[in-house]
Structures are given as C-alpha cells and as structure tokens.
C-alpha cells in the first residue's frame, strides 16, 4: 500500500537499521533489519492489524507466479483463513519432503488434515504425514497417523489397509511401545494366518524345529533355482517386521519370526528376501559359537553377497554389507 514512496520507504528505513532489502533487483525481500526489530515490531502491532497485514501479504503473494506454498500456509493462517491455508498446505508439504525437511513437512500435513481439500484423500494425507513423521525419527507419532491411515482407508483394498496396520505396529515397538505395537502386530500376524509363540518356551522350540530343517538344506549357487512355493509376500512383510520389531525386546520371539521367515522368503525363491532373511541369519548362527557355525555363517555370508549382485539392488547390496 505505499505505492510509489515504496523506494523512499526503504532508503529510509535501511537508513535507521529497521530494515532491509535482500536478493536481486527482480526478486528483491524486504525484511527486519534484524530478529529483534521484527519481534519489537510484533509486539507493538494489535491482533487485527496483523490478522489483515497476513491477509495482504498472502493475497499479494497470491498474484505473482511462483509463490511459496510454505509462505502462503503461515500467512493465510496468520489471517485466520485455516481452510484456504490447508490448500496449500499439500504442496508446501512435497517442497519440504524434497529439502528433507520432514519434521516440517510432518506439520504442514496436519494442516492439510485439519480442513483437507475436497479432492484429497484423508488416508492419503495420514500416511505421508506418517512416512515424513518416521522419517525424522517420531516414531509413536508415526504409528498414531498410520492407525488413522489404515481407520480412514474407506477406499483401499484388505491389503493395504494390513500394510499400513503392519507399519503402525513396526513404529510402535521400535518407539518403545510395547503393549500397543504387541497388540496391533497380533492383529497383522493374524491376517496373514501367522500366530505369535504362546511363551518363550514355545519361541525356541518353534525356532530349534525351523533350524533344523534350514541346517539340511544345501548351500550354493542352485539355493533358490526352481524353488517358487505359493508364498504370500505380504504374509513375509509381516513375519520381518515382527522378527525385526521384536528383536530387541523379545528375542525369543524375533527368532522364531525370523526363522519362519527365512525359511518361507527361500520358499518362494525371491533373491531380494533371501538377502534380507539369510543376512539375519548369518548373524544369529555367528552367535551360537563354535567353529561349525562359524563356518555356516561364512557361507551364508557369501551366497548374502551372491545374490546382493545378482539383483544389483543398493539396498540389497547395503544389507549384504551390514
């Protein structure tokens, strides 16, 4: 609104060090001389003249191509217009995701959730805000958003509503949650026709009687040729996150888990969860002592390493590696 004393404004104000002009001539930001100034500046200015300043900046933003979604998000809710800001808030979510900016990016999608647009998928939102919450290491938070993921899933088919009940429980024991990760991943394992060990006691059998029929089976490069049984892959998602989510917290239990999972990811003959499956096992046999077990753990490592090649995959080979 200062039209064409705009330029004396400015002069005058860098004049005083109150503020400040910053970038190139076509893309010039005007800005507090400083933090302090800015905060001096805020607390004088009453609740209404900032709530309609937000409104001017956001609707003047608005006409110039390329403006911040970000930007736009903070200043439309600044103006107490939460609907129009949950607009942009997807946008500015994916410009966060793709800076890594996750724990952002997790917040601008609870914007987003807060009056979701009417084209938007509710489970949708819930996941990415989950996937970002993981990603910058809130896992409990992460589990609560991919339950609501998985409650709002109106529209998805039975098995990626599991897979989403299956990451809550993966996010829930990996926070330390125990008792709620325990109850969902019951839930999961049951879907997929897997039941939990009643006791510690039945854990280790489970795992003595799956060992013993891996030890007779044969190494080397034929491991997995011909083998094509009718596994369910998403019935081995929930055995590995079971195996790794328990580990270390259950031992007993993640071994029987892990057992079962490798000798099922052999089953149905796919080298990429033979990498993963027989890579937990080198490590659990390296354990067990002895130089016949040494010797195992060797050879396992090195068919890990063959196949890690085979499928060229990085995370494959990183997992090898690991």
């Known amino acids: 609104g200062v039209g064409g004393h705009a330029r004396r404004a400015l002069l005058r104000l860098g004049e005083m060090r109150l503020g400040r002009t910053t970038g190139s001539a076509d893309d010039e930001l005007v800005e507090p001389w400083h933090d302090r100034v800015r905060a001096a500046v805020l607390e004088a200015c009453p609740a209404d003249r900032k709530r309609s300043t937000h409104l001017r900046v956001a609707e003047a933003m ?18 107490g217009d939460p609907v129009r800001a949950a607009a942009f808030a997807v946008a500015a979510a994916e410009r966060a995701e793709q800076a890594l900016a996750f724990d952002r990016a997790a917040g601008l999608y609870g914007v987003a959730l807060a009056h979701p647009p009417a084209d938007a998928s509710i489970s949708e939102l819930w996941r990415r805000r989950a996937d970002a919450l993981v990603a910058c290491g809130r896992g409990g938070d992460a589990a609560e958003a991919f339950v609501r993921a998985a409650d709002s899933a109106s529209d998805a088919t039975a098995g990626d509503v599991l897979d989403l009940r299956r990451r809550a429980a993966e996010q829930f024991l990996f926070s330390g949650r125990y008792e709620e990760g325990l109850r969902v991943m019951r839930v999961v394992l049951d879907a997929v026709g897997v039941s ?17 029929r891996f030890l007779a089976r044969s190494l080397g490069p034929l491991f997995l040729r011909g083998r094509r049984a009718p596994v369910s892959p998403q019935r081995l ?36 969860r033979a990498v993963r499956a027989l890579g937990y096992e080198a490590t659990c046999e390296s354990s067990l002592g002895g130089s016949f077990f040494r010797e195992r753990s060797r050879k396992l490592l090195a068919e890990t390493a063959r196949l890690a090649a085979e499928t060229g995959r990085p995370y494959d080979q990183a997992w090898s590696l690991m």
Do not use: N
């Open 237 to 272: 998602d929930a055995l590995w996150t079971a195996c790794a989510a328990l580990s270390m917290v259950q031992p007993a239990l993640a071994d029987a888990m892990g057992v079962q999972h490798l000798l099922e990811s052999l089953d149905l003959g796919d080298p990429s």
């Open 62 to 79: 608005m006409t110039s191509p390329g403006a911040d979604p970000e930007a736009l998000v903070m200043h439309l809710e600044g103006a």
């Open 196 to 212: 939990l060990p009643s006791s510690p006691r039945a854990a280790t059998l489970s795992s003595l009687a799956g060992r013993a």
